[in-house]
């Protein structure tokens, strides 16, 4: 059976692996469009986020709003999840247990969406690829780690408590806009049928 994006919000909403749910009002699966190749990846859902079961709909969310039509895109037109899909109480970091129970969304989130590129917010998203890198030292700028270009960014929730980082966060946008224009598309064919493989090509 393949796997959908709707399967895997309902599976989220159901999912008791770590005790946030216990404290969350409602799980927020993550929503956009299942074609962009763009996936946001933030830390865990805030006040409103669980209130609403939505990601980024509160402050953060409104200047990553701000930030995507700088480059021209809607949210919608891009897939914003979190490392964790409830809010920690009184919006504490994730655990690391909490972020591990909450990995194999992340997994189902890839390999259903196949995504160019996956632009991590703030340090532990960053961290899911990169971790020990310092966010200072390398946002902005895309790696390939384990076959997925990574493209560190702050989060905005930090530009938002010190606005001297938001010149960096509005650069760090247009460098994503221009990967998306220039890096190459990486299509990955099926291997042709049996009977149509010659050795010589
Ligand atoms: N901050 C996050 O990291 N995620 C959200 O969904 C909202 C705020």
Redesign the pocket.
């Known amino acids: 059976m393949t796997d959908s994006l709707t399967a895997i919000s309902d599976e989220i909403r159901a999912c008791r692996s770590c005790p946030l749910w216990k404290t969350a009002t409602q799980a ?1 699966p993550g929503e956009g469009s299942a074609e962009s190749g763009i996936l946001f990846l ?5 006040f409103h ?1 669980d209130q609403q079961g939505r ?2 709909v ?1 402050a ?2 409104h200047l990553l709003d701000e930030l995507l039509a700088g480059i021209g895109l809607d949210r919608s037109a891009v897939f914003i999840t ?1 490392v964790v899909r409830h809010r920690p109480p009184e919006n504490r970091d994730p655990l690391p247990e909490e972020i591990a129970a909450c990995d194999v969304w992340l997994r189902r989130h890839l390999a259903v969406l196949q995504p160019r590129v996956v632009v991590t ?2 340090r532990h998203a960053m961290g899911k690829w990169l971790p020990g890198e310092s966010i200072t030292r390398i946002h902005g700028k895309p790696r390939v780690v384990d076959g997925i270009t990574v493209f560190p960014m702050f ?1 905005p ?1 930090a530009a938002l408590r010190s606005p001297s980082l938001r010149p960096a966060m509005v650069a760090d946008f247009a460098a994503l806009a221009i990967f998306l224009a220039t890096a190459p598309q990486v299509v990955v064919e099926p291997p042709p049928p049996a009977d149509q493989m010659t050795l010589f090509g």
């Open positions: 927020v933030g830390e865990a859902p805030g986020e990601p980024f509160g953060a969310g979190n917010l703030g989060h929730a």
